[in-house]
């Protein structure tokens, strides 16, 4: 969607190094998430943000954080990556929260190796 | 502990003929479903949801059904079409509890249509 734009689109890195992942959106939706997608494992939650630093805890957050000082980015740190991260990590918006008709718009994605 | 399971990591179809795609869920809460479609190094993109004061959700080729008591949602396609390969997710979601969304993802279903 290009109201969602993901960088890098990939990147290698070695263990034990700090990596951020940037996601920049020209929708001005509220709500922004980061998920991983892992063989097996389907799509993950990691972080939200449901505004400008107002951020919380998804369902895999060890080992990352997050944080949004603009409505429109929303940056994902591992600070000392692992090959555990080693993953493809998508970002994803969506406009209000607890509606029938909510959904979320994804970003294309960053492949992340951690050799 | 995987709270929405696609059981099925994959599927072939031949052009023309049905695809059931299936998932199946263990939190009794979730009471908003969704289908997306994912293509190779892509974000995947929302397909059709339904709540869960409906049974069935129809829109063109795709159909979703809902049984709440079997805790089981499946989507129709009829007919496939050659472009309809791709990775389908189902996800789930908690509404109008006063929190923010989550969506809970299944493992997906990679769907193959013959021509």
């Known amino acids: 969607d290009a109201g969602i734009t993901q960088s890098p689109r990939h990147k290698v890195t070695e263990t034990g190094t700090p990596v951020t992942l940037r996601c920049h959106q020209t929708?001005?939706?509220?709500?922004m998430y980061w998920y991983r997608q892992d063989p097996g494992h389907g799509l993950r939650l990691i972080h939200y943000?449901?505004?400008?630093?107002?951020?919380d805890k998804g369902e895999v957050s060890d080992g990352y954080s997050v944080s949004r000082s603009k409505t429109e980015d929303f940056l994902l740190t591992l600070e000392s990556a692992t090959s555990s991260q080693t993953s493809v990590y998508f970002c994803?918006?969506?406009?209000?929260?607890?509606?029938?008709?909510?959904?979320?718009?994804f970003g294309s994605g960053t492949q992340l190796s951690v050799l | 502990d995987q709270q929405v399971k696609q059981n099925s990591p994959s599927l072939s179809v031949q052009e023309g003929r049905i695809s059931i795609l299936n998932c199946d869920y263990t939190n009794s809460m979730f009471d908003y479903f969704l289908w997306y479609k994912k293509y190779p190094a892509e974000g995947p993109t929302f397909l059709i949801s339904i709540s869960s004061i409906k049974d069935k959700n129809e829109d063109g080729r795709f159909t979703v059904f809902l049984n709440k008591s079997a805790k089981h949602l499946s989507l129709h396609i009829v007919p496939s079409q050659p472009g309809d390969s791709a990775v389908y997710f189902c996800?789930?979601?908690?509404?109008?509890?006063?929190?923010?969304?989550?969506?809970?993802f299944g493992t997906g279903t990679s769907l193959t249509v013959i021509p």
């Open positions: 996800a789930a979601s908690v509404i109008g509890s006063g929190a923010v969304n989550q969506f809970y």
């Open positions: 943000s449901y505004g400008v630093k107002d951020t």
């Open positions: 929708e001005n939706h509220r709500y």
């Open positions: 994803a918006i969506s406009r209000t929260e607890s509606a029938t008709n909510e959904k979320l718009l």
